[in-house]
């Protein structure tokens, strides 16, 4: 990396996304994105532990022991409506501030269940397997 670039803060796409192509031009010239695909069964690398921000999927959890160990960690940001993976109250007496995306996905949630409703009501793919002689259950 350029001289600059190490000085900014890191911010840690944590879980489940591994291009943070657009996280990278979003923050640029503020911080560094880096994204780690961890699950509950890795340890923490060392450079995670000194991340500033973290941007939480829904792999992990933000509990004591796991904000204990984001000693550098200033805010979360759950990529998604819920934030049931962090322990708010501690993250609070921690100082570690947490904000989610509330309205994330909300269309297409709600587009997929209305495909769903008709598909049943409407029995389409049970029609498309009956012209294949495959739909035995319906």
Request: aromatic letters at 6%; hydrophobic letters at 50%; proline letters at 3%.
């Amino acid at each position: 990396m350029e001289g600059g670039a190490e000085r900014l803060p890191l911010v840690a796409m944590m879980d489940f996304l591994s291009d943070v192509s657009v996280e990278i031009s979003v923050l640029a010239g503020v911080a560094r994105v880096k994204s780690f695909m961890l699950t509950p069964e890795h340890e923490l690398p060392e450079e995670v532990l000194l991340a500033e921000g973290i941007l939480a999927w829904h792999l992990l959890e933000y509990n004591k022991e796991m904000l204990d160990k984001l000693v550098s960690a200033k805010v979360i940001v759950r990529v998604g409506i819920g934030i049931d993976s962090v322990d708010l109250k501690y993250a609070g007496l921690k100082g570690v501030y947490v904000a989610n995306v509330p309205d994330y996905g909300v269309e297409e949630v709600a587009d997929s269940s209305m495909n769903h409703i008709l598909n049943l009501l409407r029995r389409t793919v049970c029609a498309s397997l009956q012209a294949n002689d495959v739909c035995l259950l319906l």
